[in-house]
């Protein structure tokens, strides 16, 4: 029999585009996944979601860190899961941050800010509040109340940024880091 080469399909070459990420679960801009407002997470639930969410936001977060990418900080809509949550891993703080919400802002700045969600080396000067009070519940319940300034409460405006379904392209202007 003849063999017939057809090449990939129109199904394949749109994941190849949307997958153009460092890893298959990384959802890149425009996708429209990124663009919805993600659903706070009911607390008797963080238990039986811990694993599951953690190691698939931890997995592309490590995979991004091996091509490169200096990143601190991930959110969930950013793999493609649709609830209210972040994390930051850095050596000065790591923190797991379900349904946060800031409580005061105070003063501030330009912050210049990439995303895991845009291609490499992508930067954009965005306004941000210098100092934030912010809540939040961890894996195991509790509850919290941070007081951050400068980059990391760039850092935690821009994920929950994420969880509104905010791009720093809507309030930032592109620029050099
Ligand atoms: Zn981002």
Redesign the pocket.
């Known amino acids: 029999m003849e063999e017939i080469t057809v090449g990939p399909t129109p199904v394949e070459i749109k994941r190849a585009e949307h997958n153009s990420g460092i890893h298959p679960k990384l959802v890149m801009a425009p996708a429209p996944e990124l663009r919805q407002k993600s659903e706070p997470i009911n607390i008797n639930f963080i238990p039986q979601v811990q694993d599951g969410w953690l190691v698939t936001m931890i997995e592309v977060l490590d995979a991004c860190r091996k091509a490169g990418i200096h990143t601190n900080s991930i959110?969930a809509p950013?793999v493609g899961i649709k609830y209210r949550y972040f994390i930051i891993d850095s050596p000065a703080l790591s923190i797991g941050c379900f349904n946060p919400v800031i409580t005061k802002r105070v003063g501030q700045f330009q912050s210049i800010e990439g995303?895991?969600?845009f291609p490499r080396g992508r930067f954009y000067s965005v306004p941000r509040a210098k100092i934030i009070k912010f809540h939040y519940t961890d894996i195991l319940g509790k509850e919290h109340s941070l007081k951050l300034r400068d980059r990391y409460a760039a850092i935690v405006q821009?994920e929950i940024d994420?969880l509104d379904g905010i791009l720093?392209d809507d309030n930032g202007l592109p620029c050099r880091e």
């Open positions: 959110s950013q995303c895991l969600s821009h994420h720093m």
